[in-house]
Nanobody, 124 residues
Framework: QVQLVESGGGLVQAGDSLRLSCAASGRSFRTYGMGWFRRAPGKEREFVAGISWSDSRTYSLDSVKGRFTISRDNAKNTVYLQMNSLEPQDTAVYYC?????????????????WGQGTQVTVSS
């Protein structure tokens, strides 16, 4: 069983930055692939970024490329999502997820464990 706890969300203005954190339980974190997803009001959950066990990174959305950066600290069992130049359309609940196979895939069915989510609201 893997527990994931997100933090770092909040209410910010357009152009601001936030760093989301996701702390994972377990001794095998370094072998997990980790992903960030988001669900905006009235929309389906969508993949934002993923990082594999080997630190390979993928970004799904053209709208976040160059603004968002995913990283991990295996010593802290934590994955981060640095979000810069935030826009109102980034408003969503952000979820982290763990893939025990170590991949960084963009489909939510690849992930076995999910956090409870953290709200990010960007005002214009």
């Amino acid at each position: 069983q893997v527990q994931l706890v997100e933090s770092g969300g909040g209410l910010v203005q357009a152009g601001d930055s936030l760093r989301l954190s996701c702390a994972a339980s377990g001794r095998s974190f370094r072998t997990y692939g980790m992903g960030w997803f988001r669900r905006a009001p009235g929309k389906e959950r969508e993949f934002v970024a993923g990082i594999s066990w080997s630190d390979s990174r993928t970004y799904s959305l053209d709208s976040v490329k160059g603004r968002f950066t995913i990283s991990r600290d295996n010593a802290k069992n934590t994955v981060y999502l640095q979000m810069n130049s935030l826009e109102p359309q980034d408003t969503a609940v952000y979820y982290c997820a763990a893939d025990l196979r170590g991949r960084a895939l963009g489909t939510d069915t690849a992930y076995s464990y999910w956090g409870q989510g953290t709200q990010v609201t960007v005002s214009s």
